[in-house]
């Protein structure tokens, strides 16, 4: 089964973008001084030559899917580590020169990973297929994790700094957002800890007559690990019209759907 062909166009656009990262981090490696930016460089590199081969096999052969994961050094942060202000910061300008320097090849790796972020997500977002979806979206989140790591390493060096306004200032601006009012989230149920999607997973659970549904880790472009039809999880349609029948939530969702039909007829033009 072919891809569709808006996702046939952006894998198209990422490949390319992947390559031109791949052969512009091997000139990189080549040309920086700093032998933590060399190796962050290699690192990078390697993750970005994996990605690409991860799409490119997953196009070739809808059987072969492997999640690939991220290769970066970011868990560890503390706040505490990031260096905020100016400090009489370089004057920068364009430069012709044939070769570049550390902070040149710094600046250009963070603006390489930044826009492969920028533009994973966007074509992840017009893509059908689920595990092609999910590579893109892991290349995506990495490039997330290769920017901040290499912002780390200019910030430490003083060669990304932060300008900053006053604290008082800063909390004025932001302190005009309050938390939401506990009868809002009375009204929806919001509990502390609790997840948007926790919160779906279990009224599908329920409304299932308790048939979890998790995500597949594969999914076939066959077709045959389908469920036949009339049946969801081992469950025939009956079964679930029954579980829906002695399930509050269900009734009560029904009833306002038949209320909404009702109605609509006077809203029709």
């Known amino acids: 089964m072919p891809f569709g062909a ?8 990422i490949l390319t973008e992947k390559i031109n990262m791949i052969n512009h981090f091997n000139l990189y490696a080549q ?10 460089i290699h690192r990078h590199l390697q993750e970005e030559i994996k990605s690409y081969d991860t799409v490119v096999s997953y196009t070739h052969d809808y059987q072969n899917f492997a999640p690939m994961s991220a290769n970066t050094h970011v868990n560890s942060v503390k706040p505490d580590q990031i260096q905020y202000g100016l400090d009489n910061p370089s004057m920068v300008t364009p430069e012709s020169n044939t070769t570049f320097n550390d902070y040149e090849i710094a600046s250009a790796l963070l603006i390489c990973h930044k826009n492969g972020a920028a533009n994973g997500v966007k074509a992840t977002l017009e893509i059908a297929d689920p595990n092609l979806r999910q590579v893109l979206l892991n290349g995506a989140v990495n490039c997330v994790n290769q920017a901040y790591e290499v912002f780390l390493f200019m910030n430490q060096q003083g060669q990304y700094q932060i300008p900053t306004m ?15 009012n506990e009868s809002l989230k009375a009204q929806y149920m919001v509990n502390p800890g609790q ?20 995500q597949p880790t594969h999914v076939s472009r066959s077709g045959q690990n389908m469920m036949p039809m009339g049946q969801v999880g081992g469950m025939s349609t009956g079964a679930m019209q029954q579980q829906h029948i002695q399930n509050p939530l269900y009734v009560q969702m029904k009833g306002n759907q038949t209320n909404m039909q009702n109605g609509s007829q006077y809203f029709n033009h």
């Open 6 to 13: 808006h996702e046939a166009m952006e894998v198209h656009e």
């Open 31 to 40: 040309q920086a001084k700093n032998p933590q930016l060399k190796e962050m």
């Open 166 to 180: 006053r604290d008082h200032t800063a909390k004025t601006y932001l302190h005009t957002f309050q938390p939401v």
């Open 195 to 214: 997840t948007q999607n926790v919160d779906q997973g279990m009224m599908v659970n329920n409304m299932m007559g308790g048939t979890q549904m998790n």
